[in-house]
């Protein structure tokens, strides 16, 4: 009776030993987390999960192109704030639903965190130094630029692979490549000394320019035309009333500017009585009430072919820009830019 206890005893110190044993082998032979390595922007090596599910950035512009790609309901919060946030929210529920917890350029950071993304693209120009605080949580960060349409495709390319959709990002580029295409056919073989000369204002007063190193200023010049501000550098410049003067724009363009100002007050404003833009009339504001189309992508490809049917009116007399606005705006938000409020 007692060696058959023992054999007993034996037989189930055994069977915990191998069930053990079985727990060890599958813990060590248990996948990890499919990843994979990108090289962001800023040229840093940043590895993220292959299968993304929540993102967030800190600059709408990569909210801007996760809608461009489908990829809006990976968002954990309204990255995309200001009118046209709002625009979003007034007709797309699910992203009305999800936590606004930026403030212009402000994020609450703590409350971000919560949220948990996985990923946060950070636009390099102006967010680089909230890299730290989002790694410090153990949240990747992917770092895209977009000043220059090479840089803004660049950025598409890089956001869809992350988000495991590259297929979308180049049906997306494609077709903002076709709208170029078509300026291209009928302002590309303007002679230099027949372009108009422009000035592009915005976003403090009419005094502040665009430099040469913005997108803004490759929109004016694939739009068949000359920025006056090209060789300035910087950002947003502050230049004098005499400097305006004597560059004498043939056309204003105001750009992101905040409602602060607009025509009437340039048409009024004393110092530009001497300016052609104002004598003949042909200061314009840069579309739109939900969003600016001087930004980087996606939006900048219809400010192209915005500026260049106001630069050319008579080159671009087929093109009806309410209907294109709506087309693109279905294509990259779901719904039309008329749906969403838009107004040119």
């Known amino acids: ?28 032979t248990a996948p990890k987390e499919a990843t994979i390595t990108v090289t962001d922007q800023l040229g840093r090596t940043v590895t ?3 299968d993304v599910t929540k993102i967030t950035g800190t600059h709408h512009f990569a909210a801007h192109i996760a809608f461009a790609l489908g990829q809006q309901d990976k968002l954990v919060d309204q990255a995309i704030y200001g009118n046209l946030g709002k625009a979003i929210s007034s007709v797309d529920p699910v992203y009305a639903a999800k936590p606004s917890i930026s403030h212009g350029m402000n994020i609450n950071m703590e409350e971000l965190f919560a949220l948990q993304p996985q990923v946060a693209f950070v636009y390099a120009s102006s967010d680089a130094s909230m890299i730290d605080q989002f790694e410090s949580v153990g949240i990747k960060v992917v770092a895209v ?26 049906e997306y580029l494609a077709y903002c490549q076709n709208i170029l295409e078509l300026v291209n056919e009928r302002v590309g073989s303007v002679p230099e000394d027949k372009k108009p000369r422009i000035m592009f204002a915005g976003p403090k ?32 410049t502050e230049v004098s009333p005499e400097q305006v003067a004597t560059w004498n724009p ?16 340039v048409y009024k404003n004393p110092h530009f009585q001497t300016v052609k833009a104002v004598q ?13 189309w001087d930004f980087p992508a996606p ?19 087929d093109i009806d820009m309410l209907e294109k606005a709506n087309e693109f705006y279905t294509k990259c938000y779901g719904h039309s830019f008329t749906e969403m409020g838009g107004k040119l």
């Open 250 to 265: 043939e056309v204003i363009i105001l750009g992101s500017s905040l409602d602060t100002y607009g025509d009437q007050q």
């Open 299 to 317: 939006n900048c490809v219809l400010g192209v072919l915005w500026l260049s049917k106001a630069f050319y009116p008579e080159k671009f007399a």
């Open 1 to 28: 009776m007692r060696k058959k206890s023992r054999l007993s005893l034996f037989t189930v110190m055994v069977l915990i030993l191998s069930l053990m044993l079985s727990g060890c082998a599958h813990e060590a």
């Open 280 to 292: 003949e009339k042909k200061v314009y504001s840069m579309p739109s009430n939900i969003g600016w």
């Open 145 to 170: 630029k977009g000043e220059t349409f090479e840089e803004a495709f660049e950025a598409v390319r890089l956001i869809a692979k992350v988000l495991n959709c590259p297929d979308r990002g180049e």
């Open 48 to 50: 993220v999960p292959k």
């Open 205 to 236: 007063s009419v005094y502040t320019v665009a430099s040469g190193d913005m997108l803004t200023t490759k929109l004016i010049e694939l739009a068949g035309a000359v920025s006056v501000s090209k060789d300035i550098k910087g950002y947003w």
